[in-house]
């Protein structure tokens, strides 16, 4: 479900500011941001700004890239706005969810262009359980509103790499996808490096082909089908994968959710939801 796009930077950056850090680069910009944000951006911290310009660091572009966000939740307000928040802390099922591993963020784990890397393994993602595509999508946005806060996400983008090895017709809902795609093509300031997908059955052949005909260019340009691991170890070191794909990696989810509950709760928390801003929120 987790097809993204990437569009390429917009040469509007003044040359005096392209030997700074991309940081320091976003800091400099952050004012201009706001100017152009008007009324939008008020009370909106600088860490959920700084993404955008971090994600393309031109006032225009990451404007037009925060509205566009603006509208995709105001479209589906129950990912960050509705009634449960986006919070394991706050919600079981979000947490039981993200207990299931469907796709996974590991800490540290980063691709060899530095990018960080998503691991997904749909076969966990049991759709006769109870849970609805609602959840499924919340819990997709969660883990990329966590990886959205690391540097290794924010300097080089995102790698995510798909195993459908045991995929089934019960780990599918067309619906996730036609919720999630908006958001993820134009709508996150989030750069996608690539996506690579092992071991596809002929039902998941089937399903892609329907739903990839809404896909732009050039997120189909960045999706590869490998048959075998080896291609997978090209761009992501063999050691760091998770031990079923030949790494060292341990990745509990339990325990990462635990810890995101004691980040929520001790304030050390830096989420999209709080790009809406005061203003907005009250209205």
Not at 79 to 87: A, H, M, Q, Y
Not at 150 to 172: C, M, P, Q, Y
Not at 245 to 263: F, I, L, T
Request: proline share 6%; hydrophobic share 40%; with cysteine.
């Amino acid at each position: 479900f987790f097809f993204l796009s990437l569009v390429w930077c917009h040469p509007s950056v003044p040359a005096a500011m392209s030997e700074m850090s991309p940081e320091k680069k976003a800091l400099e910009l952050l004012p201009a941001l706001r100017e152009e944000l008007g009324d939008a951006a008020i009370g909106v911290d600088d860490a959920n700004l700084t993404k955008f310009l971090r994600w393309k660091p031109s006032v225009s572009r990451a404007a037009e890239r925060f509205r566009h966000h603006l509208d995709w939740r105001s479209k589906y307000p129950f990912v960050f706005d509705g009634e449960r928040p986006l919070l394991v802390g706050e919600d079981p099922e979000l947490r039981r969810v993200l207990e299931s591993e469907p796709i996974v963020a590991p800490e540290g784990l980063v691709g060899k262009d530095g990018s960080t890397v998503l691991v997904g393994r749909l076969r966990k993602n049991d759709m006769r359980d109870g849970r609805t595509a609602e959840d499924v999508v919340r819990m997709l946005v969660y883990t990329m509103d966590r990886a959205l806060e690391r540097e290794s996400t924010k300097a080089n983008g995102v790698t995510v790499f798909h195993d459908l090895k045991g995929l089934s017709t019960h780990n599918l809902d067309p619906r996730i996808p036609k919720i999630l795609l908006p958001a993820l093509v134009g709508n996150m300031p989030l750069r996608i490096r690539g996506i690579y997908i092992l071991n596809a059955p002929l039902v998941f052949m089937a399903f892609f082909k329907v739903i990839s005909l809404t896909f732009p260019s050039k997120l189909r340009a960045r999706m590869h089908f490998v048959s075998d691991i080896s291609k997978v170890y090209e761009v992501i070191d063999k050691d760091s994968l998770l031990e079923e794909h030949g790494g060292q990696c341990q990745h509990n989810s339990v325990k990462w959710v635990a810890d995101q509950m004691e980040r929520e709760n001790g304030g050390d928390f830096d989420t999209l939801a709080r790009c809406v801003s005061s203003k907005r929120a009250s209205e």
